[in-house]
């Protein structure tokens, strides 16, 4: 065991995640994660463009990973809030190194995840996440 993740490699087959992370490592990193594991991704360097990518795509994807404070007008938190909004349900993990109390609360069935984390961590919030809106696993 090399101390990362054994899970089966479809776990996250048949699920759209969005993910906004302006960090390059980290979006190939996660991006690889999702797709390692079964799940199709869509990566951006801004939350701007990850909405009008979503409202344009036709469907509502299965789970939205943000950075909280990522280039562009719209933010982790406020992204959140306006996909949550058009798709109710939608579960949103939102990344930040900021102290949480210093920054907006998020809509219910919406989760922060303090940075650093690492795969397990992510692993398990997406697992969560996915449950939470009756997404099989």
């Known amino acids: 065991m090399n ?7 479809a776990l996250l087959e048949g699920h759209w995640l969005v993910l906004i992370e302006d960090d ?3 979006q190939s990193i996660l991006s690889g994660f999702v797709e390692e594991l079964g799940g199709r991704v869509s990566s951006f360097e801004t939350a701007d463009d ?3 990518y979503m ?3 036709g469907e509502k994807p299965s789970l939205v990973v943000t950075d909280h404070l990522v280039p562009g007008q719209i933010k982790g938190a406020e992204l959140a809030t306006m996909v949550g909004a058009r798709w109710p349900g939608l579960s949103v ?14 809509p219910d069935g919406m989760l922060y ?3 650093p984390w690492d795969l397990v961590q992510m692993k398990k919030a997406i697992i969560q996440m996915l449950k939470k809106t ?3 696993l």
């Open 50 to 52: 990850a909405l009008v």
């Open 93 to 106: 993990i939102v990344t930040t190194g900021r102290d949480l109390e210093t920054i907006p609360e998020l």
């Open 24 to 26: 390059p490592l980290l």
């Open 55 to 57: 409202l344009s795509a």
């Open 113 to 115: 995840l303090q940075k």
């Open 3 to 9: 101390g990362v993740i054994e899970e089966p490699k």
């Open 134 to 136: 009756s997404i099989s």
